[in-house]
Structures are given as structure tokens and as C-alpha cells.
């Protein structure tokens, strides 16, 4: 696995506590959960878009935008990449039907 991911999560750590005029993680990350959160729905949002009208350009850059902000959220929460990846692991094999009739009703 490439490790891209991984350096970003490690840059944007480093940035988070970063001075906000100076890193875009800092100001996001300064202006709380809930707007790095609205961030990560609008991205969502926005890669939908580019699939919806076919747009491989689009659905690539915007996909970048929403991992980008991802890993921001997943950071804010003290979340770490691989207790995602972990669970991803822990899925492998496992119908996405079956997977989600495991999980405990809303």
C-alpha cells in the first residue's frame, strides 16, 4: 500500500496546532468540528456531483478534497488511519449485506 495517506495524516497532524494564517488545517481545524465536518459533507457532496455528470476529473480531484478533509476530521477526533483500516480489514470477506444486518439498529 502506498503511503501516501499516511504522510497525510502525519502532515496535517504537524499543521494542526500550526499558526491559522499560515495553514489552512490550522484555520479549519480553529473553527471547530462542526465546520470541518460541513467541510467533509460538502466534498462528499461535490464528488457525487462529478460522478453524476460523468466527470473523471472532477470525481478525482474532488475525491482527493474529501480524503484530504477526511483525515482532518478523523485527526480532530483522534481517530488514527489505521483504526479504519483496521476496520476495513475486518470487513474483508464479509457481505456488505450481512456487515450491516450485524449492526445495532438506530
Known sequence: MRST???LEKTICQRRTADPAQSYVAKLTA???GKIAQKVGEEAVETVIAAMTSDKDGA???SAD????L????GDMGIPLDAVL???D???GVSGIAEKASRPPD
Open 5 to 7: 495517506l499516511f504522510d
Open 31 to 33: 473553527r471547530g468540528r
Open 60 to 62: 478525482i480531484g474532488e
Open 66 to 69: 474529501l480524503l484530504f478533509h
Open 71 to 74: 483525515l482532518i476530521l478523523l
Open 86 to 88: 483496521d476496520e476495513l
Open 90 to 92: 475486518r470487513r474483508e
